[in-house]
Nanobody
């Protein structure tokens, strides 16, 4: 099992910055990648950015150039540095960890609210 604890959400004005953190604990050895998803009211959950243990990243076009994902493998922590925030970035942001041992399992954090005011 893997536990994920997120922090760093909050209220920020448009154009501002926030940094989200997600610390994994438990059976972290089998985590192959981590990611951030978000879900706005009335919308489906969408991938924001993902990163492998080796540092390969996948960033959604909607945030490319504004958000940066990084990972500290020693601390089993993934970060999402968000800049140039827009009101449409308002959502609950969820941390995800992909765990692979014989089969794939996805673990999720509890979510952290990011609100961008115009």
């Amino acid at each position: 099992q893997v536990q994920l604890v997120e922090s760093g959400g909050g209220l920020v004005q448009a154009g501002g910055s926030l940094r989200l953190s997600c610390a994994a604990s438990g059976s972290t050895f089998h985590i192959t990648s981590m990611a951030w998803y978000r879900q706005a009211p009335g919308k489906q959950r969408e991938l924001v950015a993902a990163i492998t243990r080796g540092g390969n990243t996948n960033v959604a076009d909607s945030v490319k150039g504004r958000f940066t994902i990084s990972i500290d493998n020693g601390k089993n922590t993934v970060f999402l540095q968000m800049g140039g925030l827009k009101p449409e970035d308002t959502a609950v942001y969820y941390c995800n960890a992909v765990y692979y041992y014989a089969s794939r399992k996805d673990f999720w954090g509890q979510g952290t609210q990011v609100t961008v005011s115009s």
